[in-house]
């Protein structure tokens, strides 16, 4: 069969069946991109004589005779609209985004056709990271990035002329001739005991190369979350268990020639289970007489209470509750919760692993390529599972497409590896957009219950919280959401009493992990709520209570537990994020509401810590070659984040040389000693440093006259932490037929310290207001009753498309972070956090009802009904509609 791709012929025989997306990829087009293989997400995308074709749903064969391009292929106006409007993050997308905007040509409304023509035209493609803004000013034809720039400057990203043309490689953009393919049979069960496996039928498959099952695992329990120090989080994980504890999960692994003879080999496995009961509620889960998930673990498990099923649990209090509450005159109590919702970033979990020269234990090395975050971190635990010299281990990430936590887990890699090493193959494993639903992990559901009390005069006398997290079926980060979602959440809030009752429960659901903003928005949406109907009860503005009781300069940073030393407020800019956005609302900016709409409006603030407690540590190294080019070099992954722009930026100068001509070397443990990983908003101000820092000893090495080639090492520990802040504001407006929530307007304010690259920073909130906008309304990862995940596709799970996000208006405070890297604090988290509290409080505000649970989708509104007297107009009071205690006490 013969086609023409991107002006070039292609001689092909495809399969039967086969799509067109994997016959461009396989005859080396890696243009095209896999994002869920149903057409629902545009990475795929190609121009099929000249129609924008989901080549992921097309059979090939129905290309025969066609002139098919890619974004490699198409004329340069869109691509370079794309490089000018600084049109994405990650770039996953952007290859399927500039191919369907090169054919709305067959559709010129599109461009300027109206508010719906547009959305209508772009539905079919998904952005996981940029807000769309940045995608919209591509079509618009606005310049937003220049190519090179000092700090302060809106620099382009390194690989932007690659990423717009699709030639920037991602972790399978690779030669993957030899390469054996990696299947997984999951459990059908929630719960259950394999009592016998026969893989001979599967075994005896031409080409099937192995069969793995709980008799090849390591025998070394781990966790999948990684950290810096890897006893933060429980052993409570195998490569291949015998116990299956949800569905979804590995029963047995299949080796093939082929991706597609693994699976069907998959199916061909005979599998006897001791079926379990199982539990999908935390609260059963905890109480006497559940079934136990890990109840045989011991004290090396790290496993707080395996009796009662709990991950982690923190209790404290600080000052007196009692009285604080006692001696109160208005006190609200209530319960909030929040949903299972999925990182859907467009690049699944993927990973090559090869064995070099034969592998370790033969002088040989194990090397591995995967779309991860973390690669050293990922590095120490394969050595650590595996028996392996750290040193004959290397783990690398090209360009990530997406993360937002969800590959800071060690999902893939183990079972990659495992193959590798049983097979002595290279071993490719990419996970389906489905199993991205059931075999990784998701946000952590959240119950929320807060007590807040406050004075005459509004201030805090008294604030408590009882929080309930579902940690899924394994304990995974979720320690550390849980403690994360607690602590700042306090310490943003001056009250002589505060109490903490915290607990992460195992359920026999799909594991829960790392997600941006870590907890805080879930703890956030409901504390958040509960301060704004304390407002109503006191007869204060909102936004002026929170004034009257957030942290000041010079003020402790006190938790339930005391006195926080780590953290420190040595700049300040939230009170610059209260101004702002509370003029942005009272502007008359925005969309009017619709005719007989209910409308309100609320704000939420968050604050969060520059890096994670603990330390989280970063090394780098500047060199000069003798023709005088620029090399750094830092472990720092980029998917999204912006950090390999910001990280020239910085080496740049302090050089004194233009960014573009640095050259940037990331994410490859082979090249540095260590580094923690892209996680808890450290790109900046933990690689950013180390790289400030090396940067600065070769100024130094060059202003002494030494000769070139120079080169020098910097590093840091991430142990000084400072607070940064962010406030979110919204108008809504309801139906009150429907229960529809349409977002009026959308502001955001932050104090991220100096801006070292205000297009990058904008598009880093933009990204996170939006995919939390995607939480407040519409996302959820559902189950049925026997804990199975019932949309485990984009078309049924509903992540916010172009037509759904609205333009939001950015504000930077003026403040410079005396202890960050010139001058900046971290910000790529924390713009996520308050956006579904103030959208929660704004559509309360709407209808006088309190909305207690996300998502707000319309028939969860219409059911929580309309106050009596709620009209059309301004916001007004919120009544907790029988679900708690609002009101005065004397």
């Given at each position: ?15 039967p ?30 121009l099929?004589?000249g ?15 066609a ?6 292929g ?12 600084a049109?994405?993050q990650?770039g996953?997308?952007?290859p399927?985004m500039?191919?369907?905007?090169t ?12 508010p719906?023509a547009r959305?209508a035209a ?10 769309y803004?940045?995608?919209?000013d ?9 190519p090179?720039?000092?700090i302060?400057d ?6 932007t002329?690659?990423v717009?043309?699709g ?5 399978l ?7 054996a393919?990696?299947?997984?049979l ?5 719960h ?11 075994l ?6 192995a069969?793995?099952?709980h ?12 950290h810096?120090?890897?006893?933060d ?10 116990v299956?504890r ?11 020639e082929?991706?597609?003879l693994?699976?069907r080999a998959c199916?061909?496995?005979?599998v ?9 509620d935390?609260e ?9 998930l ?21 209790h404290?209090q ?36 090869r064995?070099?020269d ?5 002088g040989?090395?194990l090397?591995?390529?995967?779309s991860?975050q ?12 595996f028996?392996?010299d750290r ?7 090209a360009?990530?497409?997406g993360g937002?936590?969800g590959?800071q887990?060690?999902?893939?890699e ?23 639903f059931?075999l ?9 219950s ?17 929080v309930?997290?579902d940690a899924?079926?394994?304990g995974?980060h979720?320690a550390?959401?849980?403690f ?9 809030y001056?009250s002589?009493?505060?109490r903490?009752?915290?607990?992460s429960?195992?359920t ?7 997600f941006r903003?870590?907890g805080?928005g879930e ?8 301060l ?18 957030v942290i000041?300069p ?6 339930a537990?005391?006195?926080?030393d780590?953290?420190s ?5 939230l ?5 702002h ?25 968050t ?5 994670p407690p603990?330390?989280?540590h970063?090394s780098?190294?500047?060199e ?7 090399h ?6 980029e998917f999204?984040n912006?950090t390999?722009t910001?990280?020239t ?12 001509s ?20 450290a ?5 950013g440093?180390?790289?400030h ?5 070769v100024?130094?090495l ?6 070139l080639?120079?080169s020098?090492?910097g590093?840091?520990d991430?142990m000084?932490?400072q607070?940064?802040?962010t406030?979110?504001?919204?108008r ?7 229960g ?6 959308s502001?955001?304010a932050?104090d991220?310290g100096?801006?070292?690259n ?9 990204g996170?207001?939006a995919?939390?906008f995607g939480a407040?309304?519409?996302e959820?990862?559902?189950l049925d ?11 049924h799970y ?8 609205p333009r939001?208006?950015v504000f930077?405070a003026d ?13 790529s988290?924390?713009?996520?956090c ?16 309190r ?11 219409w059911m929580?009904g309309v106050?009596?007297g ?8 919120v009544?907790?509609?029988?679900s708690?205690?609002?009101g005065?006490?004397?």
């Amino acid at each position: 069969m013969l086609i023409t791709v991107d002006g070039r012929a292609l001689d092909a025989a495809p399969r039967p069946g086969q799509c067109l997306r994997t016959l461009l990829r396989e005859s080396g087009v890696h243009a095209v991109k896999k994002g869920c293989d149903t057409g629902d997400c545009g990475a795929c995308t190609v121009l099929l004589d000249g129609v924008p074709t989901h080549s992921c749903v097309l059979p090939a064969h129905r290309a025969e005779g066609a002139d098919v391009r890619t974004a490699a292929g198409v004329p340069d106006a869109v691509p370079e609209a794309f490089a000018r409007a600084a049109g994405f993050q990650c770039g996953y997308c952007t290859p399927g985004m500039v191919a369907t905007v090169t054919g709305l040509d067959r559709a010129p409304c599109a461009r300027d056709g109206g508010p719906t023509a547009r959305p209508a035209a772009m539905k079919g493609n998904l952005c996981r990271c940029t807000g769309y803004r940045a995608i919209t000013d591509a079509l618009d034809g606005v310049d937003n990035a220049r190519p090179s720039g000092r700090i302060g400057d809106p620099v382009a990203a390194p690989a932007t002329a690659r990423v717009v043309r699709g030639r920037e490689p991602y972790t399978l953009d690779t030669d993957l001739t030899g390469c054996a393919h990696l299947a997984v049979l999951g459990s059908p069960h929630a719960h259950a005991r394999i009592v016998s496996i026969d893989a001979r039928r599967a075994l005896a498959m031409e080409g099937v190369v192995a069969v793995l099952t709980h008799h090849d695992d390591p025998g070394v329990p781990f966790s999948a979350a990684r950290h810096q120090n890897r006893t933060d989080d429980p052993d409570d994980t195998r490569v291949l268990d015998r116990v299956l504890r949800h569905r979804g999960q590995r029963v047995a692994a299949v080796v093939a020639e082929t991706a597609a003879l693994a699976r069907r080999a998959c199916l061909e496995i005979d599998v006897t289970y001791e079926v379990l009961e199982p539990v999908f509620d935390p609260e059963v889960a905890r109480a006497p007489g559940a079934p136990l998930l890990h109840g045989d673990a011991g004290p090396d498990s790290r496993i707080d209470d395996p009796s009662r099923n709990v991950v982690a649990q923190f209790h404290a209090q600080h000052g007196d509750l009692a009285d604080g509450i006692a001696s109160a005159a208005h006190v609200v109590r209530g319960t909030w919760s929040t949903a299972r919702v999925q990182h859907a970033h467009l690049e699944t979990h993927s990973v090559i692993a090869r064995l070099v020269d034969g592998g370790p234990g033969r002088g040989g090395s194990l090397d591995v390529r995967s779309s991860t975050q973390v690669p050293f971190l990922v590095r120490d635990e394969l050595a650590h599972l595996f028996g392996l010299d750290r040193d004959a281990v290397r783990v690398h990430a090209a360009r990530v497409g997406g993360g937002f936590g969800g590959k800071q887990e060690m999902i893939c890699e183990d079972l990659a590896v495992l193959a590798a090493l049983r097979t002595g193959r290279d071993v490719v494993w990419e996970l389906s957009r489905e199993e991205q639903f059931t075999l990784a992990t998701v946000r952590h559901p959240f119950r929320v219950s807060v007590t807040a009390a406050c004075d005459d005069d509004g201030r805090l006398t008294a604030l408590a919280l009882d929080v309930l997290s579902d940690a899924g079926a394994y304990g995974n980060h979720s320690a550390g959401v849980m403690f994360h979602s607690i602590t700042e959440s306090m310490e943003l809030y001056r009250s002589p009493a505060k109490r903490v009752d915290a607990e992460s429960v195992y359920t026999t659901t799909v594991p829960s992990g790392a997600f941006r903003g870590y907890g805080l928005g879930e703890v956030g949406f409901a504390l958040e709520a509960a301060l704004d109907e304390l407002a109503d009860a006191a007869g204060l503005d909102p936004v002026e209570l929170r004034r009257r009781n957030v942290i000041r300069p010079g003020d402790p940073l006190v938790s339930a537990a005391g006195v926080d030393d780590e953290l420190s407020l040595s700049s300040y800019g939230l009170d610059q994020c209260l101004d702002h956005v509370e003029q942005a609302l009272d502007s008359g900016r925005g969309e009017p509401a619709p005719a007989g709409w209910l409308e309100g409006r609320g704000v939420a603030t968050t604050m969060i810590a520059t890096t994670p407690p603990g330390g989280h540590h970063g090394s780098a190294r500047v060199e000069v070659d003798a023709d005088g080019t620029v090399h750094a070099y830092v472990g720092t992954a980029e998917f999204g984040n912006g950090t390999a722009t910001v990280h020239t930026q910085i080496v740049a100068e302090v050089l004194g040389v233009p960014s573009a001509s640095v050259v940037l070397h990331a994410s490859d443990t082979s090249l540095l000693a260590h580094d923690t990983g892209a996680f808890g908003s450290a790109g900046t101000v933990v690689g950013g440093r180390a790289l400030h820092r090396a940067a600065t000893r070769v100024a130094a090495l060059l202003a002494a006259g030494a000769t070139l080639p120079v080169s020098a090492e910097g590093s840091t520990d991430g142990m000084a932490r400072q607070a940064a802040f962010t406030v979110q504001g919204v108008r809504v407006a309801v139906c009150p037929d429907t229960g529809t929530v349409r977002v009026l307007q959308s502001v955001h304010a932050v104090d991220a310290g100096r801006v070292l690259n205000p297009q990058q920073l904008r598009g880093q909130i933009e990204g996170g207001v939006a995919q939390a906008f995607g939480a407040a309304l519409y996302e959820q990862v559902l189950l049925d009753d026997d804990g199975a995940v019932t949309n485990p596709t984009f078309r049924h799970y509903h992540p916010p498309r172009l037509g759904d996000v609205p333009r939001t208006e950015v504000f930077f405070a003026d403040t410079v972070e005396v202890e960050g890297v010139l001058g900046a604090k971290s910000m790529s988290e924390a713009p996520y956090c308050p956006v579904a509290a103030a959208v929660g409080i704004a559509v309360a505000r709407a209808t006088g009802v309190r909305q207690e649970s996300l998502p707000l989708t319309p028939d969860r509104v219409w059911m929580r009904g309309v106050a009596p007297g709620a009209a059309p107009g301004a916001a007004r009071g919120v009544t907790a509609g029988g679900s708690g205690v609002v009101g005065a006490r004397r």
